[in-house]
């Protein structure tokens, strides 16, 4: 079973400033997908980055980009210039080759302050 | 564009009680997932559907069971209702069976047993 470790139960940036959530996973597929997921107040899930694990190329995606290891089984997510919106629970999630589960991490609360 | 769309949002029943939730996935999307979140915890993973088949099982309790029907909906059936069934019932949907694509998120089913 796969299993994502999320060893930042909280953190907190000041507006306009870079901030990186950690996420480790361990697994013995070797070809897999990787996800991070914002959850606001609101509680509903938005996907905010994915990343393929036979691309060596980091994923990017405006304002946000991960650092993604694959030996180190490491995927860490970039969030830069942050702004208050990005106040919100970050959930790291694994899929699997099959494609038929997604396994979450324990998530980052993050607070953007002014 | 058309999004996972989750019924009802919210949800009262007694110990003991029955209760059905029901997701509508993204069109055209074949792949469905049930997911938990209790307060303050990350969503746990309680059951998966392929073309109408179940696909994966996770922490799912012998009181629950779930079907994806002929046009792809879902329904999540919970009977003898306990407290600690109280949660957010997350569907999620997906194209493709292990193509790795990002599974889309409803906006939650908000279940509270009194």
């Known amino acids: 079973a796969q299993t994502v470790t999320q060893s930042q139960p909280e953190m907190s940036v000041q507006e306009a400033e870079t901030v990186t959530l950690s996420c480790t996973y361990d697994?013995?597929?070797?070809?897999?997908?990787l996800f991070w997921y914002k959850q606001p107040p609101s509680r509903q899930m938005i996907l905010v980055i994915r990343?393929?694990?036979?691309?060596?190329q980091n994923a990017t995606e405006n304002r946000f980009s991960v650092n993604f290891q694959k030996a180190a089984k490491s995927f860490s997510l970039k969030i830069s210039d942050s702004q208050l919106g990005d106040t919100a629970m970050y959930f790291c999630?694994?899929?699997?080759?099959?494609?038929?589960?997604?396994?979450f991490g324990g998530g980052t609360r993050l607070m953007v302050k002014p | 564009a058309a999004g996972v769309i989750q019924s009802p949002r919210h949800l009262i029943k007694e110990k003991r009680e029955t209760a059905t939730l029901k997701c509508y996935p993204i069109?055209?999307?074949?792949?469905v997932y049930w997911y938990q979140q209790g307060p303050g915890q990350d969503p746990q993973f309680l059951i998966s559907?392929?073309?109408?088949?179940q696909s994966d099982k996770g922490s799912i309790p012998d009181r629950f069971s779930a079907q994806q029907f002929s046009d792809y909906h879902s329904e999540l059936n919970m009977s003898s209702l306990e407290l600690g069934d109280s949660a957010l019932y997350f569907c999620?949907?997906?194209?493709?069976w292990g193509r790795g694509t990002e599974a889309f998120f409803g906006q939650g089913t908000r279940l509270t047993v009194v």
């Open positions: 069109p055209r999307h074949d792949t």
């Open positions: 999630a694994f899929m699997n080759n099959a494609g038929n589960m997604l396994t």
């Open positions: 697994t013995s597929e070797n070809n897999y997908y």
């Open positions: 999620a949907s997906s194209l493709g």
């Open positions: 990343q393929e694990a036979y691309k060596q």
């Open positions: 559907f392929y073309e109408k088949m």
